[in-house]
């Protein structure tokens, strides 16, 4: 497994969903969603396909918005990737188990290894599942099963899997991330510090722990950058959306702090780790 860490592995690839007009419209799928600002929408978007591209230096693989899908920009949602293997999860919604295609195809394409969940018992969203680099965290929420948890366990073997549970509405990344390699940040919220308790019983590995302001701002993203020398990033939520966990967030010395707004797509259920799905190794082309 390498040192400390480690399993949080350098990127090369980072791979986005384009924002359909049914987003923003709240039509399409049955999703019921709010009404949203497109324009303002699709500019976060495009932004954070950047910020990945411009700033992280990763190759930026974007697939075209569906109508069909409203939520299909959540594909961090889709897929649970580690290494050169990539779960194909299953939705808890059955209106978005079709975005699983295009998001399959795409990884089939990059040279992963695919595996499918084949129980239909069991669901699992993608950001219900934190790796520290050491470990798997998989919550179990409204949104995940233990049959889902099963899965990860069953698919990642060389890394222990423990279920976190995950009161409310929410997933386990929009309560707690990873802030560095031995770093886990969570949110002041009673759900995100119960979840960080859990999971400090639940693991033989000594993290540091930060408590952000805003549970929102834990949902970030630890990424080594493809090239040597260069420090690893943390992609966050920055003041335009949570100026209250800024402060907290400068803690992290040991990351170069990449700030990226997602306001409006929050609306929709979006939270930034959703947002993308990131290769931690160089996959074959």
């Not at 591209?53 to 949602?77: A, I, K, W």
């Not at 293997?85 to 998001?103: C, F, H, N, Q």
């Not at 997933?171 to 991330?177: A, D, E, F, K």
Request: negative net charge; contains cysteine; hydrophobic residues 40%.
């Amino acid at each position: 497994m390498g040192t400390p860490g480690e399993g949080l592995g350098r990127c090369s690839h980072a791979l986005i969903r384009g924002v359909p007009e049914s987003l923003a419209s709240g039509e399409g799928a049955g999703a019921g969603l709010p009404t949203l600002d497109l324009a303002k929408a699709q500019r976060e978007h495009g932004v954070l396909g950047g910020k990945l591209r411009q700033r992280l230096g990763l190759q930026l693989l974007e697939l075209p918005p569906e109508e069909s899908l409203p939520l299909g920009p959540l594909l961090g949602d889709i897929a649970v990737i580690q290494g050169d293997t990539a779960l194909i999860t299953r939705p808890w919604s059955p209106a978005r188990r079709p975005e699983v295609d295009g998001v399959r195809k795409a990884l089939q394409d990059l040279g992963l290894r695919i595996v499918e969940m084949g129980d239909e018992s069991a669901t699992l969203d993608g950001t219900d599942v934190l790796f520290t680099g050491r470990e798997f965290f998989v919550g179990l929420s409204k949104w995940t099963n233990h049959r889902g948890a099963e899965f990860v366990a069953d698919t990642f073997r060389d890394f222990a899997v423990s279920t976190v549970p995950v009161s409310g509405p929410s997933h386990l990344r929009s309560l707690c991330g990873m802030g560095g390699p031995r770093t886990v940040v969570a949110g002041s919220s009673e759900a995100a510090q119960k979840a960080v308790r859990a999971m400090a019983m639940l693991t033989d590995h000594p993290y540091a722990s930060l408590t952000l302001p805003d549970d929102a701002a834990a949902d970030c993203l630890f990424l080594r950058p493809g090239l040597p020398g260069v420090p690893p990033f943390l992609l966050h939520r920055g003041g335009g959306d949570l100026p209250n966990s800024q402060e907290a967030l400068q803690k992290l010395s040991d990351v170069t702090l990449v700030p990226v707004s997602c306001s409006e797509l929050e609306k929709a259920g979006a939270g930034l780790s959703s947002l993308c799905l990131v290769l931690s190794t160089r996959p074959h082309s």
